[in-house]
């Protein structure tokens, strides 16, 4: 069996971040450790957060699924890639009339928080592209006219190649950014999940915390390590979602996490969470580690 190149870590940290697909859950199943991790550190007065870059849902349908899966949540406990994406674009380009690649949830949330929207090409200033399960030629073409031939500046939502399905996955934002890319050879000039600042800005925010005192926790390489690195967040990486071993080890050291562990169940010290149970010496170990830590 080949080695991790880092153990867990060896101490609790002052709060916490942890992604969603493929971390905290796959599917409709909590993944191992998830609930009772995120339990015991609630119990220990560590701040937790939820950060997702899959736009397709609200933060309160995140909220509900993490509470019916055990781990309770409101809205508050939830940032999404639609929440730094709507925050850049009223920033960056306020009053911009915007073409939308996107699903109706991205339309209506972006004109809920006062853009202005079209379908015509000639009067976009802004294509605003995400994750698009009815992603078609049309949209493409609409994009493409209005980057090409009329000027359009092009933002995105995420960088994520695919999103984790128990299924095997499904194309995410930059599939449609790619396509969008191509025909029309411009680059985005911001994509705004994480790794992007703006994600960490509000992740930092929502938790009231300084980046040094927060871990990181996802499954991602280039989203999730990268943005704790570039952002000074202490970076976990669990092995039950997108990233192999492998991949660990051939990673850049932008995207080089600080520990390696199987499963969320070896995210606290000494591996207090394994196997268990609500009330065991186990966890009253990890409770008294998180205390003492």
Request: proline share 6%; net charge negative; with cysteine.
């Amino acid at each position: 069996m080949t080695r991790l190149p880092h153990a867990r870590p060896p101490s609790i940290f002052g709060a916490y971040a942890f992604d969603l697909d493929g971390t905290i859950y796959l599917g409709e199943a909590a993944l191992p450790g998830a609930v009772e991790s995120v339990a015991t550190l609630r119990r220990a007065g560590r701040p937790v957060v939820f950060v997702t870059n899959k736009p397709i849902f609200t933060a309160e349908d995140y909220a509900t699924k993490l509470s019916r899966l055990g781990i309770p949540a409101t809205r508050a406990d939830v940032v999404t890639a639609t929440d730094s994406f709507v925050a850049y674009l009223a920033n960056a380009h306020g009053g911009a009339t915007l073409l939308v690649v996107g699903e109706p949830l991205m339309h209506r949330t972006l004109a809920e928080a006062g853009f202005a929207l079209t379908t015509e090409p000639r009067a976009a200033d802004v294509v605003a592209v995400s994750f698009d399960r009815t992603f078609d030629y049309a949209k493409l073409e609409a994009a493409y006219r209005a980057i090409r031939l009329h000027g359009a500046r092009l933002v995105a939502s995420n960088p994520d190649p695919y999103c984790p399905t128990p299924e095997g996955g499904l194309p995410d934002c930059a599939a449609m950014l790619a396509a969008i890319e191509a025909c029309t050879g411009a680059v985005a000039a911001a994509v705004t999940g994480k790794p992007s600042q703006q994600m960490a800005d509000a992740v930092l925010e929502r938790l009231g915390a300084g980046a040094a005192e927060v871990a990181l926790v996802g499954d991602r390489l280039l989203t999730d390590m990268v943005m704790a690195r570039r952002s000074g967040m202490h970076s976990v990486l669990v092995l039950t979602g997108a990233t192999s071993l492998a991949d660990v080890e051939a990673a850049s050291d932008e995207s080089r996490p600080d520990y390696v562990i199987p499963d969320l169940r070896d995210l606290l010290p000494d591996g207090a969470l394994c196997n268990t149970g609500r009330g065991s010496a186990g966890e009253e170990r990890a409770e008294r580690s998180v205390r003492d830590g």
